[in-house]
């Protein structure tokens, strides 16, 4: 019997159904949380490279995600969502001992380099794969009519793993060194590993499978959109800091937190909105919102409504990934939803890698305040899009869009 057909259950229950696929999501980000702010000093400082090489070190990993999409989305469809996200794990544990090694060799600095760029590239293989696969395992797990709370749980996963991670792999780095973080990822990644192996898989949807060609180009407006919102969040990771410091305020980490809080609290407390109003009411909604406290972080005379800004637009952000996911997924066949939900993924990567350049752009030539305008600005034309994706959709639902 398909999850589908189960008879409706309270959401306490299907949320219980949900948790422990979403974990192997956590410890997926776990791993990538806990070096991501001690990395770039260590190759800056201790290795002695540039600042710029030591950006480029650690980025590496989000084309290494990007280029993986493809692969992920298909092993779900055809492997199963528990094979791919063992799969996922394994390349996580890889990394995890390509980074010992890069550490253990710091004193060829070349070669400490080069395995730690390997531990990035198979670290972004990994991502990829857990995240699709977990995604699907979830909705395998309740059935489809609880896409938006399954997506909802792997994001809180996803960015509470790394608010957890950074902030504990720099007291390991100081605490311990940086070879411990290498000893540290393997560790949660065979934990996962051996936590999945008694979960009973899902089955494979057999049927019609598109082409990942005709997938993205079914999901492309949505993940457009998705790239609109996302830039949003780019801004506030990216520049935050700098646009306090540029204004001599105190307390810039705390803004980062109310961020966080508030999209957790928004993802808890209003996923189910996308069930019972449909996915594009609120992600209109939601742009709005983003858009609102992107504003305010622009104009902010103070830093008590710079606050209220990144807490509005952590609010806002929260459901978009949801909201035009689950509208993205509905317009493929059930085999084809892991292929479907790693091409919408890619927007998000692609967006997270453009923000960044074009926003420091931006701040150079006006000011860092001028980052939230333009990051705004792209929330604004999510509305627009969001907008438009709806009344296309009452005309013919579940139609393909086009731009």
């Not at 830039?231 to 980062?256: D, E, H, K, M, V």
């Not at 692609?350 to 001028?370: K, M, R, W």
Request: glycine fraction near 12%; hydrophobic fraction near 55%.
């Amino acid at each position: 019997m398909s999850a589908d057909s189960i008879t409706p259950r309270s959401q306490f229950a299907t949320t219980l159904q949900i948790i422990p696929v979403v974990f192997f999501t956590f410890i997926c980000y776990l791993t990538i949380g806990l070096p991501l702010a001690v990395l770039p000093g260590y190759v800056h400082n201790d290795l002695g490279f540039s600042a710029v090489l030591a950006g480029a070190a650690i980025s590496v990993q989000y084309l290494a995600t990007l280029a993986s999409r493809p692969l992920a989305g298909r092993s779900a469809d055809t492997l199963g969502p528990k094979k791919t996200v063992s799969i996922g794990l394994l390349g996580c544990g890889a990394s995890g001992i390509l980074l010992l090694l890069a550490v253990l060799c710091g004193k060829w600095t070349g070669v400490s380099l080069t395995l730690l760029v390997l531990s990035r590239l198979v670290l972004g293989f990994g991502e990829s794969l857990c995240g699709t696969g977990a995604i699907l395992w979830g909705i395998g797990r309740v059935g489809t009519t609880n896409n938006a709370r399954v997506i909802s749980w792997n994001g809180i996963a996803t960015y509470g793993a790394l608010a957890i991670g950074a902030p504990l792999g720099v007291g390991i780095a100081h605490g311990i060194g940086y070879w411990a973080l290498g000893v540290v990822v393997i560790a949660l990644a065979a934990l996962g590993y051996y936590l999945a192996r008694p979960i009973a898989p899902v089955p494979v949807v057999h049927g019609e499978r598109m082409s990942y060609r005709s997938v993205f180009s079914r999901v492309l407006p949505h993940g457009i959109g998705l790239a609109l919102g996302s830039a949003g969040f780019g801004s506030i990771a990216t520049f935050i800091t700098l646009f306090y410091a540029a204004r001599q305020w105190p307390n810039a980490a705390l803004s980062l937190t109310v961020f966080g809080t508030l999209f957790v609290g928004s993802r808890l407390l209003f996923a189910n909105t996308i069930k019972t109003y449909g996915g594009f009411r609120v992600a209109i909604a939601s742009f709005a919102f983003e858009c609102a406290g992107l504003l305010m972080l622009w104009l902010a005379p103070e830093p008590h409504i710079a606050l209220l800004g990144a807490a509005l637009t952590g609010f806002g952000f929260a459901l978009i990934f949801p909201a035009l996911g689950v509208e993205a997924v509905a317009l493929v066949p059930p085999a084809s939803r892991g292929a479907a939900l790693s091409a919408y993924s890619v927007f998000l990567d692609l967006s997270l890698g453009i923000t960044g350049p074009l926003a420091g752009y931006v701040a150079g030539e006006f000011g860092y305040g001028s980052v939230f305008l333009f990051a705004a600005l792209a929330a604004a034309g999510g509305v627009v899009l969001s907008a438009m994706l709806y009344t296309r959709n009452t005309k013919v639902p579940n139609a393909p869009a086009a731009l």
